[in-house]
């Protein structure tokens, strides 16, 4: 996500993992801790996920009674018109006396495995839509407490009164704050299908089995995050583009004039400034705009962030004034950072001293500010005599990690290397291969921005002296994921070309040897 061009947010979807954030398993009870008053519940994962008695939910006993009667067939329909309720959970009561070692269990993932951790779950079953979010074996109508006009709270508590299905509850979200009726029912008519889903899978259902999954990452995404400040959602994948383009018809018609496929030959991420800013934004230092810079650390128990004057310790009159002025510049920083790495836990900031009580609230303030509109609960304590400043931040999923060292590109990490100088020869030798040898045209080539300036700059450059010698021209695109002696050739279909270099060969040949002296 991009905001005045500068990257703010940044999700990688994970397709190794088939546990996301929502998605309902039926359980298995493996082992139950009285001592953590907890119980350790397989659900197929290598790491019994974690589910605490604290997280069953109040309607703990209706859940255990439904999916217990879906199971054995004498429950059969989906809708709870007529089921009756089996009381509630006692808040204080103890794990043991609830949970049976080879218990089956309808649970919700409510946060990824991390690190060395299983997932953590949750009995407290609800379903997330656009608009509102259903709760099973409740009548309960919630508004979101950032919907502050009173009119608007029982407007909205009325409409949703009146198409609620029966025993389900429903928490209205912030986006949903002058909605009209057909907008709130179309989502409402998509979570009881869900629910309905949920139930015709559940009969079937095995130990152990998704019963119900979260929409995509890319979906999801969009149902959390779109709103009326988007002015383009851009997508470089034809089947991509359709999913997308049929969700947003089911969930925002009028946003649907939005999408853009790009079919450019420059990668979309190339195109719009992503991939520098990758680069520089996700590695252990990083330089905050107006001066100074980060050092971020990340240890199994929190996460810490440094903050350094660079070069601009000179700039005010004082010391108060120059740590003031670099801290509220890295406050901006450090929260944007926050958000673009997705890291959760325990963060501590250590900000540069400042003596007044007064420039400490305003860098606290500095930091809530920008932290408002993000979506992760979180919590700010003020800011010590130290200059530490400890912040909380819910953390559902692994942290964001961009490697931004780079494989040496010259010997690809092996340590043996040929002349870099002599990439421009073999450039010019690939080149006049393919266009008189191979007879291609409408090539286009792929190289490191020096390269490509070495190539098009000057009054006769080397890309026009190409045209002059062959009498056809070559496309020549910079690509900042290259490195400088690396370099990439398109046919006219856009299919990359093989290229087998000298310097290629030798490294192959050099690798062959060093294998028989091992062996």
């Not at 008695?53 to 309607?59: F, S």
């Not at 890319?218 to 709103?227: E, K, V, Y």
């Not at 040949?509 to 294998?515: G, S, T, Y």
């Amino acid at each position: 996500m991009l905001q005045d061009k500068r990257l703010i947010e940044y999700h990688f979807d994970r397709n190794d993992t088939n546990y996301s954030v929502g998605d309902i398993f039926l359980g298995t009870v493996k082992k139950v801790m009285p001592g953590l008053n907890a119980a350790f519940i397989d659900i197929g994962y290598q790491k019994d996920a974690f589910l605490h008695y604290g997280d069953l939910g109040e309607n703990f006993p209706s859940l255990l009674k439904w999916s217990r009667g879906v199971q054995s067939q004498k429950i059969t329909v989906g809708a709870l018109k007529n089921f009756q309720f089996d009381g509630q959970l006692d808040k204080v009561g103890k794990a043991a006396d609830v949970f049976k070692k080879g218990q089956q269990l309808l649970v919700q993932i409510v946060k990824e495995p991390i690190s060395t951790k299983g997932p953590r779950l949750s009995m407290d079953i609800s379903m997330a839509g656009r608009y509102l979010v259903l709760v099973p074996f409740s009548n309960t109508i919630s508004v979101s407490k950032k919907i502050v006009s009173k009119t608007e709270r029982e407007r909205l508590k009325r409409l949703i009164a009146s198409i609620k299905p029966d025993n389900f509850g429903v928490i209205i979200r912030t986006v949903a704050e002058g909605r009209e009726v057909a907008e709130l029912d179309r989502d409402m008519q998509s979570m009881t299908a869900n629910w309905e889903q949920l139930f015709q899978s559940l009969r079937a259902a095995k130990p152990n089995d998704k019963v119900l999954g979260e929409l995509g990452r890319t979906s999801s995404m969009l149902r959390d995050m779109l709103n009326e400040s988007f002015d383009s959602i851009t997508v470089d994948s034809a089947p991509m583009y359709e999913e997308m383009r049929s969700y947003l018809q089911k969930i925002a018609p009028d946003k649907l004039g939005l999408l853009k496929l790009h079919t450019g030959k420059v990668k979309v991420f190339e195109h719009v400034g992503i991939e520098k800013q990758l680069k520089t934004l996700f590695g252990k230092t990083v330089t905050v705009p107006g001066g100074g810079y980060l050092v971020i650390e990340h240890t199994e128990a929190l996460h810490v962030i440094d903050v350094n004057s660079g070069n601009k310790s000179n700039q005010e009159s004082d010391q108060e004034a120059t740590a003031l002025m670099i801290n509220m510049l890295a406050a901006k920083e450090v929260a944007r950072q926050l958000r673009l790495r997705d890291m959760g836990g325990i963060i501590v900031v250590d900000f540069i001293d400042m003596k007044s009580p007064e420039s400490r609230k305003k860098v606290e303030d500095a930091v809530k500010d920008i932290m408002k509109n993000d979506k992760a609960r979180f919590t700010i304590l003020p800011i010590t005599k130290f200059g530490l400043l400890q912040i909380t931040r819910q953390r559902v999923r692994p942290a964001e990690n961009i490697v931004t060292g780079e494989v040496c590109p010259t010997c690809g990490g092996t340590g043996k290397i040929s002349a870099s100088i002599l990439v421009t020869d073999e450039i010019d030798n690939s080149i006049e291969d393919l266009l008189v040898t191979q007879n291609q045209s409408g090539i286009t080539l792929y190289v490191h921005p020096f390269l490509h300036a070495y190539y098009t700059k000057g009054l006769v450059s080397k890309q026009m002296k190409w045209y002059l010698k062959y009498y056809k021209w070559v496309k020549i695109m910079k690509d900042t994921s290259l490195g400088l002696t690396d370099y990439r050739i398109e046919d006219e279909r856009g299919e990359e070309i093989e290229i087998h270099s000298p310097a290629a060969a030798m490294s192959r040949l050099q690798d062959r040897e060093v294998e028989e002296i091992t062996d």
